[in-house]
């Protein structure tokens, strides 16, 4: 299964509200996790099963979307947030990335 | 605390071997799949290899089936990937994962994370 995520890169100002797609090359049911990773640091797990928010990630993050398409929002960006995000699918092994979405400031 | 230790990973020759390690604490390692991925320099990251519970059921990523081999001991509480015919293209960080759910039949995510151990592949 192939992950297709856009854009590639964005910049975006403090507050701002951006948006992250991810399209699957077939059905994945909701089986669409997002991950943040910034330099020299463990991805970290934000989002499992399209919309269900891991425990301590905050409430401005949210997914949304089902079968082959899915999107990624941060509804006020906070100076934290900078990083590359990846959207990987579950449904099935392999369980393939996307191939991520560098946030920087703008 | 929950924790996922890696090491093993160093400058080794094409075609050459490598195993890596990953110490687990804090958590019943028995009770959960566990992943490897990786991320050469500059790219995204790259799911490698799970193997279930007991051990009785792995999968890889096609360009390494057949090269690498993951495995796991858990009296030990320890992941292994044995890495086999090794190229250029495998030079990465490698990070062990947690599955999300113990016990799962299906696949939630990996919520623990190590910090990675480096290969460089490299003559």
């Known amino acids: 299964i192939q992950m297709t995520q856009s854009p590639s890169s964005l910049s975006a100002s403090v507050g701002d509200r951006v948006t992250i797609t991810c399209r699957a090359s077939?059905?994945?049911?909701?089986?669409l996790n997002w991950y943040q990773h910034k330099p020299g640091k463990a991805p970290k797990l934000l989002i499992s099963?399209?919309?269900t928010l891991q425990t301590g990630v905050p409430s401005r993050f949210s997914g949304g979307g089902s079968g082959t398409d899915f999107t990624l929002t941060i509804s006020g960006l906070q100076p934290e947030d900078f990083a590359t995000y990846y959207c990987?699918?579950?449904?099935?092994?392999?369980?393939?990335f996307g191939g991520g979405t560098k946030v920087d400031i703008k | 605390e929950v924790q996922l230790v890696e090491s093993g990973g160093g400058l080794v020759q094409p075609g050459g071997s490598l195993r890596l390690s990953c110490a687990a604490s804090?958590?019943?390692?028995?009770?959960?799949?566990m992943n490897w991925v990786r991320q050469a320099p500059g790219k995204g990251l790259e799911w490698v290899a799970n193997?279930?519970?007991?051990?009785?059921?792995?999968y890889y990523v096609d360009s390494v089936e057949g090269r690498f081999s993951i495995s796991r001991d858990n009296a030990k509480k320890s992941l292994f990937l044995q890495m086999n015919s090794l190229r250029a293209e495998d030079t990465a960080v490698y990070y062990c994962?947690?599955?999300?759910?113990?016990?799962?039949?299906?696949?939630?995510?990996?919520?623990?994370w190590g910090q990675g151990t480096t290969v460089t592949v490299s003559s």
């Open positions: 994962a947690r599955e999300k759910i113990p016990a799962a039949v299906d696949y939630y995510g990996m919520d623990v």
């Open positions: 804090g958590f019943t390692f028995s009770r959960y799949w």
């Open positions: 193997i279930k519970e007991d051990g009785s059921e792995t």
């Open positions: 077939q059905n994945i049911r909701r089986k």
């Open positions: 099963d399209g919309s």
């Open positions: 990987q699918q579950t449904d099935s092994a392999p369980l393939t």
